[in-house]
């Protein structure tokens, strides 16, 4: 049985429809993200689970419970924002009490979890500081400790690290996610960052105007991206217009490649092909059995990465290569091939634009 | 541009000189006045006087009763409707704003006949038949004439957090509305709750015209009829309330600049960090 359940759900305001028939099931414990582009809706649905917000059509079950009509109050649902929210009359002990005194428990129980979420947050050193006193880290770490003091049965967080510098992003990332598995707690978590939605979460759901495009695990997304959409925006792409050769076979770049399946469409239909970067190699690797004639445009040194772009069939193809001892920077101009195996080649029922 | 900024603004000080000498001149003329009461010499007599009369105190206490309701009765109007209009009506502030602003622009004599026509003798709620719903009347009536700065520093105080994430912050947390408006809104107004206040009181406390028309025994019709009786008196009686109202911009800047978890008159000593544990 999931533990949250969103069916049907659909959102406008006025005129203007902002999620559309968002169904969604996450497991007890899981971390699921929500991943897209500002203003696909994600905040949205996030309001509408915490109760901020009220569906236009759908319902949403916690623990089989029908809470669509809820109140926020009273909906048991712990919640982070990008903005932090502290109460800035407060201590960091106050604010994380804050949640605790409203159930009306007693002054005992209160000091004895507000000293536990500090432990698990490394900031009881700091009970006694008032938020205008804390870094942005700092305050987001007491937010979540905040919000998860009262034990909540859901957890949400709307981008709560988009304010964060780089350094301090990565660190309460890990931070978030060992908490989150440390307390068993099932948690929806909303980032426009793909490589932050990939890195901590159980699934991904990767949103486009107001619908759920794709749901998977970060590796199904994006090994397997089933639309466009999704493939484009999770991670870097190349993509090729193609049409369906035969039963088997596609056609692009200028040849046709064998051993592609495509099944159900005829010969003709429109395509696109989209190869990632890391997946084109300019030297032949096992396995690589398929090839493109192409010419080096320009090529970069980056460290652990060499990036090239190469002509393709009159379009320019970004390609990634591992760095080693032994490689030499790709020549501008020179011919060469651009390798890859029949399992990179991503066929995505969309026309590219 | 940057070469004007260079030079001594000689007339800028002349300008600021001026000004200072048109209001600091008739004060200390005023103040030596008012030491004059016992003849050849420079002594507080008029003060004394005022202070050993009752009717000053009297009438100092009913005001003052008075102006504090007033200020209570404003904040428990003011403060939920900015907080509602902030958070549900954000479209029609600029409406409410100009509503806030009548009472500057309605004289209060309107303002008063209108009272006085609305709930006089043959109204069904004659209010001004007892020394009670006059009172009631006058609180009302400078409650009104306090909103145009009431609001305003309530909702500038609104404007400097973000009351409506913090609301919901509070609510997932399982407060309700009154709760949050109670510990999360109102303690994080307070300073402007405040400076509206002081505002307030040093409106209603010398006001004349609706206190004079209703006919209560209140500082401000005492003040004119201090004017017209006496002469040293109305000197001290002036420098007071000019004392008073300095007394009330100070008390406003220190709330205004407070920190949570600072006390009103501490020294910002470097903050120490306790050590771990609660
Ligand atoms: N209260 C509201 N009133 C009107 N439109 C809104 C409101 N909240 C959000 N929207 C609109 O809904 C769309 C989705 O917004 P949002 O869920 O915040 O997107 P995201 O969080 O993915 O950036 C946006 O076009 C936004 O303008
Ligand atoms: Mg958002």
Redesign the interface.
Same mark, same amino acid.
């Given at each position: 049985m999931s533990f949250l359940t969103l069916s049907g759900i659909n959102k406008s305001f006025g005129a203007n429809t902002v999620v559309r028939d968002f169904d969604l099931a996450v497991e007890p414990g899981e971390f699921v993200s929500f991943l897209g582009p500002s203003g696909c809706g994600k905040t949205t649905v996030l309001r509408m689970i915490?109760? @901020?917000e009220t569906p236009s059509g759908g319902t949403i079950r916690v623990g089989g419970a029908d809470v669509t009509a809820l109140? =926020?109050?009273?909906?048991?649902?712990?919640?982070v @924002?990008q =903005?932090y929210?502290? @109460?800035?009359?407060?201590?960091v +002990?106050d604010n994380v009490a @804050? $949640?605790l005194r409203?159930?009306g428990m007693t002054r005992a129980q209160i000091?004895a979890r507000?000293?536990e979420m500090?432990d698990l947050i490394a900031l $009881?050193?700091?009970?006694?500081? #008032?938020p #205008?006193?804390l870094s942005g880290g700092q305050q987001q770490r007491v937010?979540l400790a +905040?919000?998860l003091a009262?034990r909540p049965n859901l957890l949400l967080l709307d981008e709560p690290l988009s304010a964060l510098d780089a350094q301090i992003r990565t660190s309460l990332r890990d931070d978030i996610r060992r908490i989150q598995r440390e307390l068993g707690i099932t948690t929806v978590f909303v980032t426009h960052d793909q490589e932050e939605a990939l890195s901590i979460s159980d699934r991904v759901v990767v949103m486009y105007k107001g619908r759920a495009d794709q749901i998977g695990t970060p590796a199904q997304i994006y090994n397997h991206p089933t639309t466009r959409f999704v493939a484009g925006f999770v991670g870097k792409l190349n993509t090729f217009d193609a049409r369906v050769a035969g039963a088997d076979s596609l056609a692009f770049g200028g040849q046709e490649f064998s051993g592609l399946r495509r099944a159900g469409l005829n010969a003709g239909v429109p395509l696109t092909v989209a190869l990632r970067p890391e997946a084109l190699s300019l030297h032949r690797r096992p396995g690589d059995e398929l090839s493109l004639p192409g010419r080096v445009q320009h090529s970069s040194f980056l460290g652990s990465v060499i990036r090239a772009q190469v002509e393709v069939a009159g379009q320019s193809v970004s390609i990634d290569m591992f760095n080693r001892a032994d490689a030499k920077l790709p020549v501008a101009g020179a011919p060469t091939e651009v390798w890859f195996t029949r399992d990179d080649v991503l066929v995505l029922p969309e026309v590219s634009p | 541009m940057a070469e004007v900024s260079r030079r001594p603004p000689l007339l800028s000080i002349l300008i600021a000189l001026a000004g200072a000498a048109f209001f600091l001149v008739p004060l200390i003329a005023t103040f030596n006045f008012s030491l004059r009461m016992t003849r050849g010499e420079l002594s507080f007599a008029a003060y004394r006087s005022v202070f050993e009369s009752d009717t000053f105190l009297s009438v100092l206490g009913f005001s003052t009763v008075a102006s504090l309701m007033a200020i209570a009765l404003g904040a428990l109007i003011v403060v939920p409707t900015a907080y509602w209009v902030r958070l549900r009506l954000p479209h029609m502030r600029p409406l409410i704003e100009f509503l806030s602003l009548m009472p500057l622009i309605i004289p209060p004599v309107v303002l008063v006949f209108g009272y006085v026509r609305l709930y006089g003798t043959s109204s069904i709620l004659p209010l001004t038949m007892t020394e009670t719903g006059t009172n009631i009347l006058l609180v009302i009536g400078y409650v009104v004439l306090s909103v145009p700065y009431m609001y305003r520093a309530v909702d500038n105080g609104m404007a400097a957090i973000d009351i409506a994430t913090l609301t919901e912050a509070a609510e997932s947390l399982g407060a309700s509305r009154p709760r949050t408006i109670a510990f999360v809104i109102f303690p994080n107004i307070r300073s402007a709750i405040v400076s509206g206040a002081f505002l307030t009181f040093s409106i209603s406390l010398g006001e004349f015209v609706i206190t004079s028309l209703l006919n209560r025994p209140a500082f401000g019709p005492y003040l004119v009829q201090m004017g017209q009786d006496y002469a040293y008196q109305p000197a001290a009686l002036a420098i007071m309330a000019f004392a008073f109202t300095w007394v009330c911009m100070v008390l406003m800047e220190l709330f205004a600049t407070r920190r949570p978890g600072q006390r009103l008159l501490q020294w910002r000593a470097p903050r120490t960090v306790e050590k771990a544990k609660s």
């Open positions: 915490a109760g @901020f109140p =926020a109050s009273r909906r048991k649902i712990g919640m @924002f =903005a929210a502290l @109460f800035p009359n407060m201590s +002990r @804050f $949640g409203i159930a000091d507000v000293a500090l $009881g050193h700091l009970a006694d500081r #008032y #205008y006193q937010a +905040r919000a009262p | -």
